[in-house]
C-alpha cells in the first residue's frame, strides 16, 4: 500500500496525525517528535518495509559518525569518521542506484575493443527516497566536520530531521540549520500558518492532479508507444513534458511544504516560478531551489566555484551539471540533461551575466516589456528542448524525436492534438503563477482579496476541477529518484 | 485551533454546496444523468457498458471478442442458424486473449452457455490487457446492487468524462466508439456518412503478437471442451486494398497464425474458420479491419455456412 499524497489513504492517516499531534500531546515537544517518527517510519514502511531498515541504517551512521567527529580529539581522527560517513553513503547510494548502469556501461565501453567481460548485473530495486535521505544525511556530516554546527545529542530528533515524512520520498532536500531547530523548539499551532499550509496543499493538489496528470496522458502516449510521429506532435509532447514535470515535482513540493506548515514546521522552498526566468542561470535559481544549492555548496564552491581560470570554471560547471543529471538516475539520458545545461550556462557565467537577473520579472508591472518575454520564451524553449532528453527512454529516442522537430514535419498538422480542455487550464494555470509570482504560492494573493465569499468561490473551483479530474492516483515522477 | 476547525468545516460545506450547483448545472445543460454511467469494472468504458448491458441476460449461445466479435458479427444471421434467440454478444472493444478467457470463466460461473463465437483478427494476440476487477464482476454478475458497485471505485474524472460520451456513443451507430446495441449486444456499423480517417484505413499495426496469447487460448480451448461448450474461432478478413499491401513477412505470419490456431482447435474438433483466404472488398469495410453492417452479415453468414458444411462432412 503505496502512501502517496493525492491518496485518500494519505489523507486518513495525515487526520490521525495532525488531530494526535495538536490535541492530546501538543505541549510535550519529545511526545510530538516521537509522534513524528513513528508516522514517519509507517510512511516509509508503507512504501516498502524491507528497506526501512537500510534508512535506519543511514540515519544512525550518520548521527554517530556526527558524534564521533566532534568527540575526536585530532584532525586525523575526525577526518576518518567524515570518510567513513561520506564513503558509506555514497556506497550505499552507488550500489542500489549506479551499480548496473556503471556495469553495464564498462562492458559497453571494453566491447568496443573487442573483449567480452562476463560480468553478472544483479537485480537491483532502488529504495524510495534514497538520493533524498543520503543528501540530507550528507549534509548534516559535512556540515558538522566544517565546524558549521554541533552534532544533534538527541537520536529522535535527528531521526524525525532525516525521516520526516513529508520530504522523506522526495524532498525538499532540507539543510540540518534550517530544519533541525525548528525540531528542537515546542511548536505552537498558528491559525494563520495552518491556514495558509492548506491553501498551498490545494494548490499543489490542483498542479499535481489537473495539469501533471493531465499532461502525463498525452506525454506517456507518445513518449511510450514506440510508434514515431510528426515533428510536430513531438515538440506539443515536449511542451507539455515541461508543464508536467514542473506540476509534477513542484505539486509534490506544495503538498509537502503545506503538509508540514500544518504541524508547525517551515521546509525549504523548492520552486520560485521558474518559467518565467529570464536566462538559464535564473531558470536554475527557481528550479529544485534545494538540490541546486545542495550542489553550490557542497560541490562546486569546493571545486573552487567560478573562481580559477576559464577552464577550472568550464570544468567546474560541467561536474555540477553532470552530476545533477546522475542524481536523478543511472541513465545516459540524464547526463546529456545536464550536459546540455551547462552549455546554456556557460556562455552566462564566462560573460558574468548569470546574475544579471536576480529579481522577480517585471516588478513593478503587470505585465513583462517585450524583451522580457523574448527571454522567458526563449528560456522556455531551450529548458524544453534538455527535457527531451529528460523524458526520454534511452539517447536513441532523444535524437530521434529532435531530428523529427526540426524536419518539415514540424510544420504539419499533428497526429494527435491535444485536447482543448487541458491546452485552456494549462493557460489559466499560466495566468494564475503570473499573477502570483511574488509570493511563496499564487493563493497568497487570492487570501488578499477582503471578500470572503470571493477567495473561497475561488478555491471552491480549484477543488471542484481537482475533483472532477481526480482518475487514478499517478505516481510522482521524482519519486523514481 | 477551535476557530481553525469551525472554518474548515464552513468552508467544506461552501464547497460541497458549491460542487453539488455545478454537477446540477452540468447535468442541466447537457440534459445527462449519472444513471447513464455504468460502475467502473475496468479501465474500459466499453467493457463496463457491456456488463452492464449482459446483467440477468442467460443465454446459451455467447460470443466474446474485442471489436472484431463486437462490431463485425451479425447476430439476425447467427440466431438464424442456430434458430435460437437464447444469444449474447458479451463482446467490447480491445479485449485480447487473455481478457476473453477471463471473462468466459467469470460469465460461465453464472450461466451455462453451449456455445462461444470468437471473432478475433492477430490484433487481438497483443499484450495489453484489461485492468478488470473481476471480483466485483463476479458481484454484479452474482445481482449485488449496482450503487455498491460505483461506490468501490469511484472515481470523479471517469463519470465527468465519460458523462457526454456516453450519450453519444449510445445514440450514433456512424462513428467508431458506437454503443448502440442491437437486442443482442452487437454493434453494425453503419457506412453511410462514416467518416473513415485516413489513419485508421491505412493501419497496418497488427502484428506485434505476443506468444502468451497462444497459451490463453488454449486454455479458453480446453475450458470449452471440459465445460462441454461448442467452441466457433472465426478468423476476421483485411480489407483487400489493405490486403494487397502486406509484405511476405506479415502475410507469412498471418498464415502461421492460422495454421497454428487451426492445430490448436482442430485437436479438439472445434471449428476455426478463416476468412483469410477469401476477397473481401473495401466497400464492406470502414476501415482497416472492422466491417461494416454489409460486410458484417457477409463474414457472419460466410464463416456459418462454413461450419455447417464442416458439420455436414
Redesign the interface.
Known sequence: MRMLFNSLTFVVFFVAVFILY??PIKNNLKHQNILLLIASYYFYACWDYRFLFLLVFSISLDYFTGLRMHEARSNRARKAWFWCSVVINLGLLGVFKYYNFFIESFVDAVSLIGMNPNVSTLNVILPVGISFYTFHGLSYVIDIYNKRIEPVKNFIEYSVFVSFFPLLVAGPIERATHLLPQIQQKRV?N?HR??DG?KQILYGLFKKVVIADGCAEYVNMIFNSG?TYSGSTYAIAAVLFAFQIYCDFSGYSDIALGVARLLGIDLLRNFAYPYFSRDIAEFWRRWHISLSSWFRDYLYIPLGGNKGNTGRKIRNIFIIFIVSGLWHGANTTFIFWGALNAIYFLPLLLLKRNRSNIDTVAGDRNLPSFKELLSILTTFALTTFAWIFFRSENIGQAFEIIAAIFSKSFISAP?IPPSLTLAAIIAGFVIIEWLGRFELHPLVKVGMSRTRFVR??F???L??VT??????EQQFIYFQF | MNIFFKKIFLFALFAVCFLFTIAVVYTKVYNVSLRDIPPQISDSYSYNDKIMFALNKQSEIICLGSSMSLNNIYSPSVTEYFNSNSFLNLSSWGLNIKDIYFLLKAYSKKSRPSTLVIVSNLGDFNDVEKKVDYDLLDDLLDGKNIETAHLVHFKPKYYFTNIRFSKKAKSANNIYQSLRYDQYGSVPLFSDGFQVDSARWYKRDYFRIDSTQYVYLDSISRYCNSSDIKLLFFQSPFRQGLYNTLDTAQLQTLRWHDEELSKMLGARKQHFITSNNQYWNDSLFVDGIHLNSVGAKMFTDYCLQRIRVTDIN
Open positions: 495538536w490535541s499551532f491559525y495552518a491556514v492548506l510508434d497526429e473561497w468561490t478555491y471552491s473551483i477543488l471542484t475533483i472532477f479530474f481526480y482518475g487514478n
